[in-house]
């Protein structure tokens, strides 16, 4: 894997492009170490352990500084289910996959030194847990911040903090208020998962 993916690199600088213009693509594969997170439901509590996160991402550049960028991310898990007592429910049937589908917007801030480039980016989209039958694909988005730095005219590493959530709701929790009644309110089951990443960015040319 090692080889092909520098056969790949030295493949794509012979194709190298000078700098960002309107209408480049770039082709990003990431890699990253995402940190744990629990989801709390009505009566038990998943963990969701932490793990290597991988993917690609296709990056449209709509002008030097700004682009589009379609991305697949995956991290292999496992997600062990406990009651509030410590007590396993789905121990040895605990190993899933995070996914995330995402559609984002990019903004790079020039520097004096054209091959440093911060960047800041959004991306909405959805995502899912596999493994888990009863999880379907729900609302997703995540935020990034670092920085690309131009290796070579053709080939970028990007370095970056990454937050990431998918929105969901469990069951629900009971109020019960003086005077009124009670209140049905949907628990929270989102995951909220935070890491530290790079990518390698092959940029061609328009």
Known sequence: MKKLVLIAGIFLCAFGAKAQNQGDISLDLYGGYTFQDKI???????AVKDAFQYGAGIEFYARSTKSIELKYLRMDTKTPIYRFNETQLNSGDDSSAINYVLIAGNNYFPTGN????????LGLGVGWASGDQST???????????????????????L?????TIWASYGSDAVFYPGYGTVYYPSDASLYQFGLGAAISFDFKH
Do not use: C, E, M, N
């Open 40 to 46: 709390y439901a009505d009566a038990a509590y998943v």
């Open 114 to 121: 054209p091959k440093v480039l911060p960047f800041a980016g």
């Open 136 to 158: 379907s694909a729900r609302f997703a988005w995540d935020l990034k911040a670092g920085v690309k730095i131009k290796t070579s005219d053709s080939v970028s590493l990007k």
């Open 160 to 164: 970056q903090a990454y937050f990431q």
